[in-house]
């Protein structure tokens, strides 16, 4: 049963793929609908046999690899952690499944792209349900390809093409880090998988390794090393240019991948890594300054986007800077609670903007939609609680979590933390301004799109509305359903999934702070939320001119270029590497100087060699006697001067001369044969 | 015995051994004049090793001067038939290049 839930996916996705032909478009989707459905209601009962009842369960299949000391399995471990992600991914992926059959209905390739978000969430159960680093990186690589395919998906548009590449390389750049940190796992512990890992990580405390030349600690080089794994695939600061620029795939992509599923793994790599961590503070510090700042920033760059995926992409890009700072306070449970609720409402988000674009033929402009809220008012209706829930309103889904994160931020009584509940405080206060900025745009304002457009807007049909349904009333609730089982005070509910050394646990703290700052990101989030609608709707002007004074511009333009992260990349780092790559290692070394000394070169000087030599022979017999006369005397000569030199200079030196000459000598010649 | 130093002997001889040396190589043109720097040469060569066999009071040096007398001979005689050969194919005896100039590009 436990294997059912990962395998069906697979399943359902070479059914899709491989004969899509024969089952055609509503064949490929009632299949692979179906296959997730199964695998959701598997994993609920896994869920309840696994972590309700507290029994975990270990499947070991077979060896995969058996050298020496290298022994990995393809095992299948479910623990809390594991069965709780299970329940995640399948359930949102089972309604992304149910929303793209209409989303995507007039899409002729409608198997294919079934086969696709299947085989992406199989990759992403494999990833989550691995008992050992390598098994895990057989998903974490297999979710970047996925999401390379589906980004790609309409693989005629050129930006598509674009932003899938960047999502690969940018994502792969953490997998290399990701590498690295496994390959020092295995070269001293001697084992990849979970259970020996952890059990050996206390002897390792002290352990220095020789790391290119630098003597380090062993735990903090793997710890930054699977952090920056982490911060690829989840898209934190430094490596999350991709997230915004992938929303050029389908909208029910944006929602699985972009929200729900693929970035969370990072955050689930740190949570299942929290064995390694808990014994490098100093690695935990920079994992926490890392999710603060990207957190604020995207935040801030939220505020002022236009393109209504890109909103939710930011802020997507933002609460994952609250679960990561929440893990690098130690606070492994609660950052998975605030991943396990944000999954919901991020996916009913990214449904309903789906939802919104669909019935604006395609527009994804804010700035050109307005005035849906009576056209539209399902919708309207879902993504004023997916934005609620966002911005932590009391008692939706957000704020049970996020402002437990900005709790023990600030119960955590050091800097850091208190660096990360002000930076956390403040990107609440954006969060709410842009998810008002963004209700009030497309739904309250007045009409602003064409005509047309507007008059043919209208709530989508049933499928659509089913998952978006589905999606609110757990948006609403689970926050509330879940809080006293995952984090609440002295539940043993991730039992040995995650480990907190003792001296991190704060949690007993966070409760006990003071009552100011434990209702101030929720009174920042209600200001945010309310100054926006009183902004839109009553004092437009005051906004533009705001907007458009000098001090404003600037500050606008700052904002709305995501801070120059993408220009500082591509003229820093991408040009340089296109211009390195070009006249450098292809012009010059490749096509120079490996050309001259390698075949090019070398032919070119044997052949002039070869004509010189061939001159000498002229015919007239007295050219060769006096051929004769000089090789006799000089060889004579050279045994004279040999007799005087020969004591420092080695014969070999002579040789070398000799086939100096010849390269010196012949070789411009022979650049004029060659162009004949 | 010999009343010259054998080193004025052996000046001497090496003088025409190197005269027929530039014989052989400054000549440009005729073909006997070569032949006879080779006689030349073969005549130092000879009046050297009859020095020699005087002056260290061995036979054998002379015994290798009449070898290379008759092989001077021999060689004269062959030469000149060449010459005749030659002189009967070209009717001139100057020294053209012997290989012909083929236009051939590598």
């Not at chain 1, 690695?283 to 995926?309: C, H, P, R, S, W």
Request: aromatic share 16%; proline share 2%; charged share 10%.
């Amino acid at each position: 049963m436990y294997l059912l839930i990962i395998f069906l996916s697979i399943i359902g996705s070479c059914l899709a793929g491989l004969f899509g032909r024969y089952l055609g478009s509503s064949g490929a989707a009632v299949v692979t609908t179906s296959c997730l459905i199964f695998s959701f209601l598997l994993s609920i009962f896994g869920f309840y046999e696994v972590a309700l009842l507290g029994s975990p369960v270990y499947i070991k299949l077979f060896t995969w690899i058996s050298s020496e000391t290298l022994n990995v399995d393809w095992g299948f471990m479910f623990d809390t952690l594991t069965i709780s992600m299970c329940v995640i991914i399948t359930f949102i992926s089972s309604l992304v499944h149910l929303y793209s059959i209409e989303y995507m209905s007039h899409d002729p390739h409608l198997p294919r792209f079934m086969s696709y978000l299947s085989l992406f969430t199989f990759f992403m159960l494999i990833l989550v349900t691995a008992d050992n680093f390598v098994q895990m990186f057989v998903g974490w690589e297999g979710v970047g390809l996925a999401s390379y395919l589906l980004i790609n998906f309409w693989f005629t548009r050129i930006q598509a093409n674009k932003a899938a590449i960047k999502a690969m390389v940018m994502n792969r750049i953490g997998d290399f880090c990701l590498l690295i940190g496994m390959l020092l796992i295995f070269m001293n512990y001697k084992a990849v998988d979970y259970a020996s890992v952890a059990v050996l990580t206390p002897l390792f405390q002290e352990t220095t390794i020789n790391f290119i030349n630098v003597k380090v600690n062993l735990l903090s080089v793997v710890g930054i090393f699977l952090f920056l794994g982490a911060v690829g695939k989840s898209a934190q600061l430094g490596l999350h240019t991709w997230l915004p620029d992938a929303m050029e795939g389908p909208t029910p992509v944006s929602a699985l991948i972009h929200a729900a599923t693929m970035v969370t793994a990072g955050v689930f790599l740190l949570a299942r890594s929290s064995f390694i961590y808990e014994f490098i503070p100093n690695i935990l510090e920079i994992i926490t300054v890392f999710g603060a700042l990207t957190a604020f920033f995207a935040a801030t760059t939220g505020l002022v986007q236009n393109d209504m995926k890109r909103v939710i992409a930011y802020s997507t890009c933002s609460q994952l800077g609250y679960m990561v700072f929440a893990c690098g306070l130690s606070n492994y449970t609660v950052g998975f609670f605030h991943l396990s609720n944000h999954a919901f409402f991020k996916a009913l988000l990214f449904l309903s903007a789906g939802s919104v674009i669909h019935s604006v033929n395609d527009e994804q402009d804010m700035r050109k939609m307005g005035g849906l809220k009576n056209l539209a008012p399902f919708t309207y209706s879902m993504v004023v609680i997916g934005s609620l829930a966002l911005i932590g309103f009391p008692f939706l889904t957000g704020f049970y979590s996020k402002d437990l994160i900005l709790e023990v931020a600030y119960g955590k009584y050091s800097s850091l933390g208190y660096l990360s509940y002000i930076l956390g405080s403040l990107g609440a206060f954006c969060t709410a301004f842009y998810s008002m900025r963004l209700t009030y745009l497309t739904f309250l304002s007045k009409p602003m799109g064409h005509r047309k457009v507007i008059c043919y807007a209208h709530d989508s049909g049933t499928y659509i509305c089913v998952a978006l349904g589905c999606l609110a009333i757990p948006s609403i609730f689970i926050g509330y359903l879940t809080k006293d089982m995952m984090v609440g005070v002295g539940s043993s509910f991730f039992g040995t999934a995650v480990f907190v050394n003792l001296n991190n646990f704060n949690i007993f703290d966070a409760e006990f702070i003071n009552t100011f700052y434990k209702t101030l990101p929720v009174n920042l989030s209600l200001l945010g939320f309310f100054l926006a609608l009183l902004l839109y709707v009553f004092y437009n002007n005051l906004l533009f001119k705001i907007k458009t004074s000098l001090l404003g511009k600037k500050v606008y333009n700052f904002l709305n270029r995501k801070w120059f992260f993408d220009k500082i990349y591509n003229e820093l780092f991408s040009q340089f590497f296109f211009k390195f790559s070009f006249s450098i290692s292809y012009k010059f070394i490749d096509r120079g100087i490996f050309e001259v000394l390698g075949p090019t070169g070398l032919s070119s000087i044997v052949l002039g060699a070869g004509a010189a030599l061939h001159k000498l022979q002229s015919g007239y017999i007295y050219h060769y006697n006096l051929v004769i006369l000089i090789g006799i005397t000089s060889l004579l000569g050279i045994r004279q001067i040999y007799n005087f030199v020969g004591f420092f200079v080695d014969y070999r030196l002579l040789m070398l001369m000799v086939v100096l000459y010849i390269f010196l000598f012949n070789y411009p010649e022979h650049i004029e044969n060659n162009n004949d | 015995m010999l009343s010259i130093s054998i080193n004025f002997i052996f000046k001497l001889t090496c003088i025409i051994f190197f005269i027929g040396l530039m014989g052989i190589i400054l000549n440009r043109k005729n073909i006997l004049v070569i032949i006879m720097s080779i006689e030349l040469l073969l005549l130092a060569v000879n009046l050297n090793f009859a020095a020699f066999s005087i002056y260290l009071d061995d036979i054998v040096g002379q015994i290798f001067v009449l070898f290379i007398l008759t092989v001077a001979a021999a060689e004269s005689a062959i030469g000149l038939a060449i010459i005749t050969v030659l002189y009967r194919l070209k009717n001139s005896i100057e020294l053209d290049p012997i290989k012909k100039k083929i236009n051939n590009k590598l």
